[in-house]
């Protein structure tokens, strides 16, 4: 449902350091905790993108000259501008995504820490130097930056995943043009007011709220020389093959489906309160979220069941803003109808449903698009909800006899994002996080998403591209490598014209 048109809020592009309207396309942007509209998001045109491009372009030759540390200072400023706006940020992520606050401020926290880490990049862009590679001459690789790179993000880390991309991205020397998701814009769009702010000088930072038009304008234009993108693994895969056949370096990080192992051994009482914050946090949104545990035997598996069980029970589902609530909303519309039907299939198919939150209602708050925590026992490889990425709160328990069998399972799968054993078993745990073809791994650890200062990515199709995001992988991924070889002659090192290939012999 929307509201009367005349008070709505129409959230546009910042560009060039100033908000930028561009009204010919809009959609409404809801608030899943009510179901209503008061906001609209421009869909940028070609042309719009093309003018924050420009922007970018032009500002890249004296941003590249600036020392690399008074770079690295304009994130120590904005680090505190987060800190100190931290509350506003959160409200607006929970307006448009949905999620507890507390949720949101862990976000912003992971967010801000990758802002710290970027105001120590110079240490990261020294290069390296050989002296005497031959007669009186030296040798260095130096760190160039790419020029202006692009950023396109998913819904469901507004702040997190753009703080994962441009920080490190202008530290390094380039400049920048972000296209967040047209379903959570405002709290993007405010991080861009809070870098002005900081001191990034105008067009260093530019966003751009659109839909395909905007990204296909990013991807094909020949001035952007890299491309970052995290969403669904069919766009990913999209963005990766489009990017590259137009040359630029791209790294685009996709969806997931990620398991966790209980073992037998397993302290069950942790690992089921660790299932239920990576199953139900932030109603499953995340990449990392675990929608799926195998338990190694029966008894195992029948005792993570019930604590599931009974967790779920005390549950608190709501609005995101009431700190009372433990889970919020789905983000839209469609997607509850969506994440509705994985479940009505997993009936379908079998799996047994121990907990059905298809019949939850909030008071006061019909229209919301909530649906409670949902529980599969006898979850079967080939059923919906074991292939398919549902991006909802629903976990299923698979039964197995092995480790090995569930490895096997894990394996097999197309997403390769995260993973988590149970165990009090060391050599369990050293067998499994060595073998398992999975790119980030925890042991009774279950969200392993790396700290800002390692880096993130999953394998198989949770990733398309070499370089993870964030940490060291982003120095490498937003710079080119330039090596120089010198010489300056002197006396006791000319040389007549020499024809070989030249060598230390
Ligand atoms: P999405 O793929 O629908 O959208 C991501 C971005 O791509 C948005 O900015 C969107 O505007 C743009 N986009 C959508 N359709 C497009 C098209 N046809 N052509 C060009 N651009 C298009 O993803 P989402 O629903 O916003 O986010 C959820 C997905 O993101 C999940 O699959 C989740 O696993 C994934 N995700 C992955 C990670 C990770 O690190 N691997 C992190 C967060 C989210």
Redesign the pocket.
Known sequence: MEHDRSNTQILGHFIDGKHVADNERTQPVFDPATGLSNKRVSLASATTVEQAIASAQAAFPAWRNTPPLKRARVMSKLKSLLEANAEKICALITAEHGKVTADAMGELTRGIENVEFASYAPQLLKGEHSKNVGPAIDSWSEFQALGVAAG??????PVM?SLWMWPMAVVCGNTFVL????RTPSSTLFLAELALEAGLPPGVLNVVNG??EA??TLLSDSRVKAVSF????S?AE?IYATGCSHGKRVQA????KNFAVVMPDADINNAVSALMGAAYGSCGER?MAIPLVVAIGDEAADAVVAGLKEGIAKMKVGPGNDDRNDMGPLVTKPHFEKVKAFVDAGVAAGAKLVVDGRGVKVDGHEGGYYLGACLFDDVKPGMSIYQE?I?GPVLGVIRAKTLTEAMAMIDAHEYG?GTCLFTRDGEAARFFSDNIQVGMVGINVPLPVPVAYHS?G?WKR?LFGDLHAYGPDSVRFYTKRKTITQRWPSAGVREGAVFSFPTNR
Request: glycine share 12%; proline share 6%; aromatic share 16%.
């Open positions: 396109i993000t998913p819904f469901n880390f995943v296209k967040p998701s047209e839909d395909k990204v296909d995290v969403g669904s693994t766009i999209y990080l996709g969806g997931a990449c990425e991006f994002n993130f999953g949770s």
